[in-house]
Nanobody, 125 residues
């Protein structure tokens, strides 16, 4: 079992920045990759960024590429999402999730077995 706790959400003006954190506990060795998802009202949950536990491989949605950066600190069992140049379209609930060994691809929500409780990001004009 893996437990995930997110923090760092809040209210920010367009053009500003936020840094989200996700700390993992439990069966850390079962984690193949971590992902950040977001879900806005009336929209499906979408993958924002992913990172292998080793940190070698990363991926980003086209909408955030160049603005968001995913990273991890394995010593702290923590994954971060640095969000810069935020715009109103980034407003959503953000979730971190753990992709375990045995799954095929960390590109869809169904490939992640463990989820945090979510943290809200609101970007004002």
């Amino acid at each position: 079992q893996v437990q995930l706790v997110e923090s760092g959400g809040g209210l920010v003006q367009a053009g500003g920045s936020l840094r989200l954190s996700c700390t993992a506990s439990g069966s850390i060795l079962s984690i193949k990759a971590m992902g950040w998802f977001r879900q806005a009202p009336g929209k499906e949950r979408e993958l924002v960024a992913s990172i292998s536990w080793s940190g070698v491989t990363t991926g980003y949605a086209d909408s955030v590429k160049g603005r968001f950066t995913i990273s991890r600190d394995n010593a702290k069992n923590t994954v971060y999402l640095q969000m810069n140049s935020l715009n109103v379209e980034d407003t959503a609930d953000y979730y971190c999730a753990a992709h375990p060994w045995g799954k095929t691809s960390p590109r869809n929500a169904q490939e992640y077995d463990y989820w945090g409780q979510g943290t809200q990001v609101t970007v004002s004009p």
